[in-house]
């Protein structure tokens, strides 16, 4: 049988998390097939017909989803369900919000957050915030699966020529309506995909004070990371919040500035390649999954870090 | 309006975990467990609502082993009316809870349903989605604000793009993020008082939910360690190192 993964998007370009989610979807079944639910997204689909790993797409257009409300979008996915083996999507908000709603009306147990396909039943997912590894095997014959998307390498994003069919809509759930999204614009790239996280804490004091963060990631062309401390504080937008609820990132590089390292934040970003951590208590537990560990006020390292970047001759973007 | 709010037993959110060496799961004996945190702004953000003269009664709910009515009487003494304590021993998936739960909503009628977004043992952010897929209602996932206006709720959700608003009529499921408010603490005289207060308790074979396990687990085990890093001096050397030995900037 197939698989068939709903894609992400904003009705103009299929989410980059798609792509991971399509990789781990190709490990389960290789016939995967990308489900498109929007308005007005004839270009996502074409997007998405473009992905080699991708057998066939399925669009399904109306006004009713233009904002991805679960409500409008679950019965779409339950309609297509009796030719699939694996319903996947990616575990962010929108695929944390989508999946339990499909999957209890399939009365499925979902599997949530993979980090590993194992088999087509058998997959590893990360407990008690990271802390614990599960390898779980689902025994339901239908399985709905969501995808932590920095544990899967993206895939192929052009040279595939994929059939685009159209499927029925769904009616419209009228008892839950989308009044606005206020989304943070940012010229940086994203947080869930940037190559460099600078990441500031409770530390910083200040929402002022995140203008060090700032200048130091302008320079690395880095995005702008926080603990859950520093967003609750009201320093930054919640945007930034990594870690057990926040988000998940896996850069290359970390630097944690006036972040502790509670277990919650750790969750976030441990599995980063390369992690710095610059606080002034020596005992600080985020120094225990640091690679280089800088005990310093970051009031006087961030300057100095950001004077010692600018000596370099070259910094890789 | 009535609110039901489900709360769930999990170990204490500041215990470092320890995986059982036989790799059938995690240490939970002479560990200290606690109500789950997001649990706590659900029970918080309707005792709330009820001080605001908008809701008439706080039912705290809980699906587990014997224990978990601490779980029920802690949110009691933080002004929830009453509760129900559905036993069950075990691991209960999302899904199961979520038919549990679907019983009591059947019997009890609630205008609104509240519950933590995720809860920390497990992570699965599952039963408040299913619970509202088996209802047919409205969810409004990861709430950060909630305003509620006559018959409807403007619900302010945290998602990765920033927020999102959305209105929604009742009844519904809400589950609640860490943001939404600051739970309060249990004084004395009231941890006292809820002891007076009645918890209803049954089984969940009783409520006819089948709670067999659809989903085996094959091990846990701990993640890979990272290896030790070093302390380094200065900035300058900070920089040097990411440079020319991590190679990373």
Same mark, same amino acid.
């Given at each position: 049988?197939?698989?068939?993964?709903?894609?992400?998007?904003?009705?103009?370009?299929?989410? =980059?998390?798609?792509?991971?989610?399509?990789?781990?979807?190709?490990?389960?079944?290789?016939?995967?097939?990308?489900?498109?639910?929007?308005?007005?997204?004839?270009?996502?689909?074409?997007?998405?017909?473009?992905?080699?790993?991708? $057998? +066939?797409?399925?669009?399904?257009?109306?006004?009713?989803?233009?904002?991805?409300?679960?409500?409008?979008?679950?019965?779409?996915?339950? $309609?297509?369900? !009796?030719?699939?083996?694996?319903?996947?999507?990616?575990?962010?908000?929108?695929? +944390?919000?989508?999946?339990?709603?499909?999957?209890?009306?399939?009365?499925?147990?979902?599997? =949530? !957050?993979?980090?590993?396909?194992? =088999?087509?039943?058998?997959?590893?997912?990360?407990?008690?915030?990271?802390?614990?590894?599960?390898?779980?095997?689902?025994?339901?014959?239908? +399985?709905?699966?969501?995808?932590?998307?920095?544990?899967?390498?993206?895939?192929?994003?052009?040279?595939?020529?994929?059939?685009?069919?159209?499927?029925?809509?769904?009616?419209?759930?009228?008892?839950?309506?989308?009044? $606005?999204?206020?989304?943070?614009?940012?010229?940086?790239?994203?947080?869930?995909?940037?190559?460099?996280?600078? *990441?500031?804490?409770?530390?910083?004091? *200040?929402?002022?004070?995140?203008?060090?963060?700032? *200048?130091?990631?302008?320079?690395?062309?880095?995005?702008?990371?926080?603990?859950?401390?520093?967003?609750?504080?009201?320093?930054? =937008?919640?945007?930034?919040?990594?870690?057990?609820?926040?988000?998940?990132?896996?850069?290359?590089?970390?630097?944690?500035?006036?972040?502790?390292?509670?277990?919650?934040?750790?969750?976030?970003?441990?599995?980063?390649?390369?992690?710095?951590?610059?606080? $002034?208590?020596?005992?600080?537990?985020?120094? *225990?999954?640091?690679?280089?560990?800088?005990?310093? !006020?970051?009031?006087?390292?961030?300057?100095?870090?950001?004077?010692?970047?600018? +000596?370099?001759?070259?910094?890789?973007? | 309006?009535?609110?039901?709010?489900?709360?769930?037993?999990?170990?204490?959110?500041?215990?470092?975990?320890?995986?059982?060496?036989?790799?059938?799961?995690?240490?939970?004996?002479?560990?200290?467990? %606690?109500?789950?945190?997001?649990?706590?702004?659900?029970?918080?953000?309707?005792?709330?609502?009820?001080? %605001?003269?908008?809701?008439?009664?706080?039912?705290?709910?809980?699906?587990?082993?014997?224990?978990?009515?601490?779980?029920?009487?802690?949110?009691?003494?933080?002004?929830?009316?009453?509760?129900?304590?559905?036993?069950?021993?075990?691991?209960?998936?999302?899904?199961?809870?979520?038919?549990?739960?679907?019983?009591?909503? #059947?019997?009890?009628?609630?205008?609104?349903?509240?519950?933590?977004?995720?809860?920390?043992?497990?992570?699965?952010?599952?039963?408040?989605?299913?619970?509202?897929?088996?209802?047919?209602?409205?969810?409004?996932?990861?709430?950060?604000?909630?305003?509620?206006?006559?018959?409807?709720?403007?619900?302010?959700?945290?998602?990765?793009?920033?927020?999102?608003?959305?209105?929604?009529?009742?009844?519904?499921?809400?589950?609640?993020?860490?943001?939404?408010?600051?739970?309060?603490?249990?004084?004395?005289?009231?941890?006292?008082?809820?002891?007076?207060?009645?918890?209803?308790?049954?089984?969940?074979? #009783?409520?006819?939910?089948?709670?067999?396990?659809?989903?085996?687990?094959?091990?846990?085990?701990?993640?890979?360690?990272?290896?030790?890093?070093?302390?380094?001096?200065?900035?300058?050397?900070?920089?040097?190192?990411?440079?020319?030995?991590?190679?990373?900037?």
């Amino acid at each position: 049988m197939s698989v068939l993964l709903i894609a992400e998007h904003n009705n103009k370009e299929l989410k =980059s998390f798609t792509l991971n989610a399509v990789t781990a979807a190709s490990q389960i079944d290789s016939d995967v097939h990308a489900l498109v639910i929007g308005n007005n997204c004839g270009d996502v689909a074409k997007a998405a017909s473009e992905l080699p790993l991708v $057998k +066939k797409v399925i669009s399904v257009e109306a006004a009713h989803y233009e904002n991805f409300l679960a409500e409008n979008f679950a019965p779409v996915v339950i $309609k297509l369900a !009796d030719n699939y083996s694996h319903i996947v999507c990616s575990a962010n908000t929108f695929g +944390k919000n989508l999946m339990p709603r499909i999957a209890a009306k399939l009365d499925t147990s979902q599997v =949530s !957050d993979i980090i590993k396909v194992e =088999s087509a039943d058998t997959f590893v997912r990360p407990i008690y915030a990271g802390n614990a590894f599960a390898t779980v095997k689902s025994t339901d014959a239908k +399985k709905c699966v969501t995808i932590r998307p920095t544990s899967f390498d993206t895939c192929e994003s052009s040279g595939g020529s994929a059939p685009i069919e159209t499927a029925e809509t769904a009616e419209e759930f009228s008892l839950t309506k989308f009044v $606005k999204r206020e989304e943070i614009k940012s010229d940086r790239p994203e947080l869930g995909t940037a190559r460099i996280v600078v *990441s500031g804490g409770r530390g910083m004091q *200040s929402g002022d004070n995140f203008k060090l963060i700032t *200048s130091i990631a302008d320079k690395l062309n880095a995005a702008i990371g926080a603990s859950r401390a520093a967003v609750d504080a009201g320093y930054i =937008s919640n945007d930034h919040q990594v870690g057990q609820t926040g988000k998940v990132v896996v850069p290359d590089l970390y630097i944690a500035v006036g972040i502790s390292g509670a277990i919650q934040h750790l969750a976030g970003m441990k599995e980063s390649k390369v992690i710095v951590a610059i606080n $002034k208590d020596g005992e600080a537990p985020i120094f *225990s999954v640091a690679d280089y560990g800088l005990e310093a !006020d970051l009031f006087e390292a961030l300057p100095q870090f950001l004077e010692e970047l600018n +000596k370099l001759n070259t910094i890789q973007k | 309006m009535k609110i039901l709010v489900a709360v769930k037993r999990v170990i204490d959110y500041n215990v470092q975990i320890r995986v059982k060496e036989d790799g059938t799961g995690v240490v939970t004996d002479n560990v200290k467990m %606690s109500t789950n945190p997001p649990d706590d702004n659900a029970i918080e953000e309707a005792v709330k609502i009820k001080e %605001s003269g908008k809701a008439t009664e706080v039912i705290a709910v809980t699906v587990g082993e014997e224990k978990a009515q601490e779980t029920v009487r802690k949110a009691l003494a933080v002004g929830a009316d009453r509760g129900i304590h559905v036993k069950a021993e075990g691991v209960i998936e999302p899904l199961a809870v979520s038919k549990i739960l679907q019983k009591i909503v #059947d019997k009890e009628k609630p205008d609104l349903v509240f519950m933590g977004k995720q809860a920390i043992d497990d992570d699965c952010n599952q039963t408040g989605q299913m619970l509202s897929a088996l209802l047919d209602w409205p969810q409004a996932t990861f709430a950060s604000k909630i305003e509620v206006k006559d018959g409807k709720l403007e619900v302010v959700r945290e998602i990765d793009e920033g927020l999102e608003t959305i209105e929604i009529n009742t009844p519904a499921i809400i589950t609640c993020d860490l943001r939404l408010n600051e739970p309060r603490y249990a004084s004395l005289p009231n941890i006292m008082k809820a002891k007076k207060k009645p918890i209803e308790q049954m089984n969940a074979s #009783d409520l006819g939910v089948d709670t067999a396990l659809k989903i085996q687990q094959i091990k846990v085990e701990e993640p890979p360690k990272r290896k030790a890093g070093i302390k380094v001096s200065s900035v300058a050397e900070l920089v040097q190192k990411l440079k020319n030995e991590a190679k990373v900037i």
